[in-house]
């Protein structure tokens, strides 16, 4: 089985401040297709997940473009260019090429 | 607008079983694969299941493989989950997910507000 991991668990950010996630998978999500089937996914607080990148890198609709995400194999990074407040809640990586499988969880908080 | 709906949560005894309904507006369900994910209270997102549009295929994680079956009436554009031989590590919040495309595994891009399933004696 897969296994996700993400770093940091805990993130306190200063608004305007940039902010980077990694997620690191035990086994390449690179398909031979050149998709890497790995997405991210923010819960804020007592709201439903939402997708915000998918295959690696393409931002769903809806997400701001201060949101990134790049990366291929095994290794992955969320990236936000000037976090906002809300910004806050908690990141998931989700592999998707031998199951599913989530990362830990990453909260971001405000300074 | 895009929307899913679950119901059907509730306190359960250990051993009993459930049927969990998600109903889906404002998309065409027959075209996308669909999931169930989990997140017992105050933990992470755990992936429960998925279903291919036509429900030709499906998946399990194996928490939960041989003891639940998902499945779709596309006709009534609702999925389901039955979950059988209920425990104690059960109990969570159980979201209904839409997937980007027909097989699935191009990411979970519509949630439903999730319910409650307490297993509990």
């Known amino acids: 089985d897969i296994v996700m991991t993400q770093s940091p668990l805990s993130l306190p950010v200063t608004p305007g401040e940039p902010a980077s996630i990694s997620c690191t998978s035990s086994q390449s999500l690179l398909h031979s297709n050149g998709n890497n089937y790995l997405h991210w996914y923010l819960q804020k607080p007592g709201q439903s997940p939402q997708l915000l990148i998918y295959?690696?890198?393409n931002r769903a609709s809806g997400v701001p473009d201060r949101f990134s995400g790049s990366g291929s194999g095994t290794d992955f990074t969320l990236k936000i260019t000037r976090v906002e407040a809300e910004d806050v809640g908690v990141y998931y990586c989700m592999e998707a090429l031998q199951s599913y499988t989530f990362g830990q969880g990453s909260k971001l908080e405000i300074k | 607008q895009v929307q899913l709906v679950e119901s059907g949560g509730g306190v359960v005894q250990p051993g009993r079983s459930l049927r969990l309904s998600c109903a889906a507006s404002g998309f065409t369900f027959s075209t996308y694969a669909m999931h169930w994910v989990r997140q017992a209270p105050g933990k992470g997102l755990e992936w429960v299941a998925v279903l291919a549009y036509d429900g030709s295929n499906k998946n399990y994680a194996d928490s939960v493989k041989g003891r639940f079956t998902i499945s779709r009436d596309n006709s009534e554009n609702t999925l389901y989950l039955q979950m059988n031989s209920l425990r104690a590590d059960d109990t969570a919040v159980y979201y209904c997910?839409?997937?980007?495309?027909?097989?699935?595994?191009?990411?979970?891009?519509?949630w439903g507000q999730g319910t409650t399933v307490t297993v509990s004696s």
């Open positions: 295959l690696g890198s």
């Open positions: 997910a839409k997937d980007r495309a027909a097989p699935g595994r191009r990411g979970l891009d519509v």
